[in-house]
């Protein structure tokens, strides 16, 4: 309502800012400290031990790629705005329009209506602005710095092998991936690392550990009641030991983002509605709070079933998809915005296809550089932002046309994307993540 006020008092196409503003807020959301969108993407190409890009340690390292890719991105997005569509002066359809004394009241507003231009906003207002602002800093911090966070230690899924000196542990090697032959009693044990074929209690006179090829990285021998590990060219003996093998390892690790997030934003959302005597009656009746609800549930829904088809299709999805993707990276800019559509969401569209992209075997390195194609669901204009900004501009010059795809956000979004992703794409290169 602000920008459409703001445009009609200074004789701007109300189209140019509200669609380049609708698009470029959700373009900006990856590129967001506080983006879960960012952190899904962060967490699978980090979190699982599987993925290693060169130089890639933290979100932080995303939003180095992000931030200024969508900036600019945003910058291509005004700049066409400027110079598309008809001046209001010009256009002979809005002329005819405010011919009726009626439309023109509707259009422009009574003597009457209120206006925010010029108008100086309560104390306490700012301070709400600067307590959300604060906020945003504070996560941003504690995604940068890991140790900040607090830490659990537990018990996941590997191959943990304990060298025990009078039943104590002296040596722990843990085994993130590959396999583990184990020997006791002339019988081989072969698991491979998530499997679970070997009980706690065993002790083992032989134990190798094999990486993905198959290929002896370690062995750990129990000789004349000492135990020798040797790998390389290096080895070690411990007196007086045993070997035991165990199906989990101990791993630490910090509070994840998304729920720092959820629980930062929650509170700032507190501290606001407290200092300011916002009452929560209030809000309900917001068409903003009804808006945003409506989405939650359909988004939901929506991402839900995506995720339950692509799952179950997987291998399909990789003999059609994987060649194209490896061929043709530009390729991932497409799919990313498709299923986006699909899932109406940033987060949704990351948490599902950066998973897939990665078992497909699309490099690391081109998923941060096109991090923005996964905002695609301006494509059919059904997002509530959308929706909006066509149900303020009472001109009229922000539409849905005849056939759909013709509405006013489908050129400023193609930009955007496609722009942001060129950018991070050249970037990425600069920063080494790319192979």
């Not at 703001?6 to 503003?21: D, F, N, Q, W, Y």
């Not at 000789?223 to 199906?247: C, R």
């Not at 059904?382 to 050129?411: C, E, M, W």
């Amino acid at each position: 309502p602000i920008i459409y006020d703001v445009s009609m008092k200074s004789g701007i196409r109300p189209e140019r800012p509200l669609a380049a503003t609708t698009i470029s807020s959700q373009l900006a959301i990856i590129a967001s400290p506080v983006s879960v969108a960012g952190v899904s993407m962060v967490a699978v190409l980090l979190g699982t031990g599987t993925v290693h890009i060169d130089g890639f340690t933290s979100y932080v390292d995303l939003l180095k790629v992000t931030i200024p890719s969508t900036f600019i991105g945003m910058l291509i997005i005004g700049t066409y705005s400027i110079f598309r569509g008809k001046d209001l002066d010009k256009d002979p359809e809005f002329q005819e329009k405010i011919k009726d004394p009626e439309q023109r009241r509707y259009i422009y507003g009574s003597d009457e209506s209120h206006s925010l231009i010029g108008e100086k906003l309560p104390t306490k207002q700012w301070n709400v602005m600067w307590i959300f602002l604060a906020t945003i800093a504070i996560v941003a911090v504690l995604g940068y710095y890991k140790q900040l966070r607090p830490s659990w230690t537990s018990d996941v899924p590997g191959k943990s092998i304990e060298i025990v000196v009078d039943k104590k542990v002296v040596k722990n090697i843990t085994v993130k991936d590959g396999q583990v032959v184990s020997t006791v009693d002339s019988s081989k044990v072969v698991s491979n690392v998530k499997d679970s074929k070997v009980k706690d209690a065993t002790k083992f006179t032989n134990v190798e550990v094999l990486d993905k090829d198959k290929k002896v990285t370690q062995t750990i021998v129990l000789q004349d009641g000492n135990v020798v590990i040797t790998k390389g060219d290096k080895t070690e003996t411990v007196a007086n030991a045993s070997i035991v093998v165990k199906d989990t390892m101990k791993k630490t690790a910090p509070l994840g983002m998304v729920d720092t997030i959820q629980i930062f934003m929650l509170l700032a959302a507190s501290i606001m509605m407290i200092y300011s005597g916002i009452k929560a009656a209030k809000i309900a009746q917001n068409e903003i709070f009804h808006s945003g609800m409506v989405a939650l549930v359909a988004i939901y829904g929506i991402s839900w079933m995506a995720e339950t088809m692509f799952h179950s299709h997987i291998e399909m999805l990789k003999g059609s998809l994987g060649e194209v993707m490896k061929a043709y990276p530009w390729m991932y800019i497409v799919v990313g915005m498709l299923i986006s559509k699909f899932l109406n969401s940033q987060a949704a569209a990351a948490a599902t296809f950066v998973p897939l992209a990665v078992q497909i075997g699309v490099d690391p390195g081109i998923i941060v550089a096109f991090a923005t194609a996964c905002y695609g669901y301006f494509i059919l204009p059904t997002y509530p932002s959308d929706l909006a900004a066509v149900q303020f501009d009472r001109s009229g010059t922000t539409h849905i046309g005849k056939y759909v795809i013709n509405h006013s956000f489908i050129i400023p979004g193609l930009i955007g994307v496609f722009s942001s992703c060129a950018v991070g794409w050249v970037l990425a290169n600069l920063y080494g993540f790319i192979k």
